[in-house]
């Protein structure tokens, strides 16, 4: 019995991984197995710097009420464990 393959399923799945390469430079744009490699190397980069994100933003809010906290005269502990003796969500 010959070998069956489906081969529009295939070419829809590199289809699919080609057009999320778009915009890369050279054979990371348009050859198959450079194209698949950048593509989930990406997947990854996104995946750690979406917890990056949340980091650095958690840095930048310190430091503003840190700042606010600082021209009303109170540090910016001080000022946390007051909201934690008051119970303020």
């Known amino acids: 019995m ?28 348009n050859v198959w197995t450079v194209a698949k490699n950048t593509y989930e190397k990406g997947l990854t980069y996104a995946y750690r710097d979406r917890k990056a994100k949340k980091r ?9 009420i840190n700042a606010a906290c600082r021209q009303r005269g109170i540090t910016y502990s001080q000022f946390m464990g007051q909201l934690a003796k008051k119970n303020i969500g």
Do not use: D, H, Y
């Open 56 to 64: 650095n933003f958690r840095a930048l809010w310190i430091q503003r």
């Open 2 to 29: 010959p070998r069956s393959v489906n081969s529009v399923a295939s070419r829809a799945r590199r289809k699919k991984i080609l057009k999320q390469t778009k915009g890369n430079f050279l054979s990371r744009r």
